[in-house]
């Protein structure tokens, strides 16, 4: 599809007004543009200001609150649950995430479980946070419902992202963030549009039987989990979205499956509510706690080194490191600005229109 | 194939006494049977009595210390890093996580990553143990080689599995406890023995190039990550086995990757040595430290059933939870007894021979 290219910065200090519009705290609106961003620059669209509009909606019909204040409800010496008091999980996240590197400061590691909070953009960004201060980070988070349970037909869990990342010496770090389903729904829209099939396995229909048509899956059906079906090991993606829904939510007091609250307006209301809001869990280790970090470091240069060393599969330049097509398209996009294809210029605009905030639309 | 069945506690009391032939203390002897029983009962056929003769070989040969002392080189309040001495990963790995619960009493939580060990069962075993004590368990290990990374022609990474169990109230917990490949390589032995052919997807041959031919994975061929190829998110399951090997291996000091030494004399030996041995991360989570239990375990419980009265996808009785499979076994091999193949009976009876242990034959 046709995009054109928007400066990082201008973006930004669109994005910082379009919050500061509903009262957002001057630094929380930076820190919510700040992982926006981070998607935006990293290639992975559907969570930068792709999704600024559906804020802008929630903010506007006051779904979210603009000012809500974290509060630690019960912690021990290397953990802790914090409610987001409904807050952007844009600014949410980000504080939750300080906590834990806080208590992995203290006490070698730091696990921190959140509830009554929202959508905290790209998983990836709190442990790029966590490798700024030379820790392992760890992210979690549940989001609404897309994915069906193997030999399920019907939406129960969300496509629940695990992210983690180990820093290098000389190497870039390894930077693991994945949803836990097969495909991201992003894929599929994305062939809905281009009027495309999609691969056997990503998604079934309304019905609970496999599909190619990405309006089957779109219409009632659902993603299927990483693995795809029996004989792909669908059950170990099933069970990684369990996981992930179990430390973010039942560990906090969150809503979990098929109760988490939708996060955009044309969603269904869930049929019951479990808790508050939606969940994270974030984690930190510090590495020292373990091992001698400059050791750990040139561990990690080695084994990125072999991996990249590995005789590579028939029609393939080889294996890649997990983070590597994130940190080149930041490299690109950095440089040649991020770029927005026309449905997405167009909500910007709208929200240009209802707020009066300008958007620049070239370098 | 046929199999006959063996009462749990006449393979025990063998298990402890092969043991005990190579001077392993009587405590780590019975905690060593004690692991490959719960392979045995929960069906994990490939990690229980029929692995006995590797550890055997490789206590005759003195590959294994059978008396290695656990010592902690390095720890914070919430971790710890555990060398272990060569011993039995039998042993060794089930003290590590005996540290890593002690911290998570004192903290919260306690994470401990062990090097200079080697094969320790099944990781379900251990997150079973800390759920007798009410908390969350994680358990994972690097393997020797066997898994081709996405895009890779060669064996570059292990099975790396990951275990993590939460406690219901009144339902049976969730276990999960997954290989990071696609498919077990005892689907793969299983087939080759019964002359079939493996699914695409499970793994690719000498050249790197997917086959449904078992004996050319064999052959010097790989397993494939979780997920197959690039389409079925291949590189999703090479993260993850990625993730195991830094948090068990490089976090330690032991082997990683193509290095990690082999398990069965028949192996090759890695081209050279990183570390120590293989490497395991066992973790342990206090519930009260984020929730009040109770409420926990009845949110599982609710979990447990939302989950169980999805909607069914054609063709299936709807989904699992993780561990059903599991747990179903346990039931029917404590009541009937453990099927055993005959290879397994042969090796067993070798054992016999050259020890002078009887092996009970039938209950």
Redesign the interface.
Known sequence: MAADLYPPDQLFEFTVRVFRHFDVPADDARTAATVLQSADLRGIDSHGVARLHTYFDMLDLGRINPKAQVSIV????????VDGGNGLGLVVGPKANEIAMEKAL????G?V?VRNTNHYGIAGWYVLEALKRGLIGWSMTNTTRLV???????R?LGTNPIA?A?PGAEEPP?V?D?A????AYGKIEMARRAGSQI?L??A?DR???PTTDPNAMIDGGALLP???DR???G??????A??V??LSA????AN???FVPPFALRQEMPTRS??KGIGHFLGA???D???DPD??KK??D??VR??RR?????G?????I?GDPEREAESVRGRDGIPLTQPVVEELLDISRRTGIPLEKRR
Not at 74 to 81: F, G, I, K, L, V
Not at 180 to 183: D, I, K, L, N, S
Not at 250 to 253: H, I, T
């Open positions: 019960r912690e021990s010496a290397s953990t802790a649950t203290a006490a070698g590691s696990w479980s069906a349970p193997l030999w399920g037909a019907e129960m983690i180990f390894i693991i994945m836990t389903c097969t495909a691969p396995g990503w079934a019905n609970g039987v990483l693995g795809s004989e792909g090991g059950h170990k993606g099933y069970a990684l369990v996981m829904d179990v039942l560990l906090s007091g979990w499956g098929p479990v808790g280790l510090r590495i706690a373990f091992i050791e750990f561990q990690i080695d084994m072999t991996l590995t005789r590579p599969a028939p393939t330049e080889g294996p890649l997990p």
